[in-house]
């Protein structure tokens, strides 16, 4: 942090269970040259790792399915979320995650995968950097079942879907993931498929 027009002057942990929220006072210095007192919540959560796994031969996305609480609260009646594969990188750097992630919740070993390029999600509340990849699939790298891990509490549905189909969910509000919005942009725009 070395910002010269920030001087960060208390952090306080609002919560620490799932996550970390810490509410930050901070003094900002404005093009005037005054300052001023702001005061935010940020939420930290790691950074993380999203993929598109794609079939260039069958021309068929992998996505999954799993129910998403902040998302129920908000207006989604079921709570489940069609996404692309994704997770936090832990102790991992964000290759090592992805592959990790991805024979967990879809069951597919995959060696080969290619980072895109990174974002924050949410820069307005959320610390979160995500790592966005893409990688393709074939049926023999099916190593197991995916659903993710037990002990994590991930019940993740695997689904495989024409990738023209995919993409028409983004119109249809099928998909309202922004990561898995962003994947299947770039894979039309870059015509991986």
Known sequence: MSNPNIKITN?????????????????YQKKDNSWETQVREAYDRGNGATILLYNKANK????TRQFRMPTY??????GMMIEACAGLLDQDNAEDC???ETEEETGYHVNDVRKIFEVYMSPGSVTE????FVGEY????????GGGVADEQENIEVLEFPFDQAYDMIASGEIKDAKTIMLLQYAKINSIL
């Open 138 to 145: 074939t049926k023999d790298m099916k190593v197991n079942d």
């Open 60 to 63: 068929t996305v992998i996505l």
């Open 98 to 100: 992805i592959k990790r």
């Open 73 to 78: 609260l908000n207006g989604n009646e079921t």
């Open 11 to 27: 952090t306080e942990v609002l919560a620490n269970n799932w996550y970390t929220l810490r509410k930050i006072t901070f003094d």
């Open 129 to 132: 950097i995500v790592h966005f």
